[in-house]
């Protein structure tokens, strides 16, 4: 249950101002549609997390435990830099698909968005570390959730309301201190 809280903790916080929620604005100022955006987000989410969580429990399959503690450890630092940068929308992103109606259009660029996006690379990071990719899976997908739907139903109202830069502020230090913590290896008692 640990793991599962702190994915969901983790990916929530670091999902704010990413590029995915400004997505989620995009489309929700759009279409007007929130229930099939938000079964959209859900769906990609799902199935890139899941692939995210399949990669990070292989990883732990191949790579020697103090090697993997290295790799994540910097990879967790590298994640808490990243976070720091702001993310910015591609004009694109928003404008095909106008054929696939508002459900298929939030699958694919939500899906293809999240590629290789820091919660995608967070998700496997996360899977590897704990070694329970379905509750690492099933938490980062509640994160995902926790930050774009109130940007769905809200829109840009949200937006103005919050300070972006405290919040990617906090993701940053929480990544910084897992990298630290398991640098010095020190994470196996925070369950993940």
Wanted: hydrophobic residues 55%.
């Amino acid at each position: 249950m640990q793991t599962l809280l702190i994915s969901t903790g983790i990916v929530a916080l670091a999902e704010i101002g990413d590029k995915t929620q400004l997505l989620a604005f995009i489309l929700a100022t759009r279409f007007k549609k929130p229930l099939p955006i938000v079964l959209g987000i859900f769906c990609a989410t799902v199935v890139n997390h899941a692939l995210a969580g399949a990669v990070g429990a292989w990883i732990t399959a191949v790579i020697s435990p103090e090697a993997l503690r290295w790799i994540l450890g910097l990879s967790f630092v590298a994640m808490a830099i990243w976070i720091m940068i702001p993310d910015k929308i591609e004009a694109g992103e928003s404008e095909w698909g106008k054929k696939l109606g508002v459900f298929g259009v939030t699958l694919i660029t939500f899906f293809l968005a999240e590629m290789g996006d820091k919660t995608q690379l967070a998700t496997v990071a996360l899977a590897a570390k704990s070694g329970l990719p379905v509750q690492v899976v099933i938490g980062t997908t509640l994160g995902m959730l926790i930050a774009d739907v109130p940007a769905v139903l809200l829109g840009k109202q949200l937006g103005q309301r919050i300070s972006m830069k405290l919040v990617h502020s906090i993701a940053a230090l929480v990544f910084l201190l897992l990298g630290l913590a398991t640098l010095c290896d020190l994470g196996s008692g925070l369950g993940i």
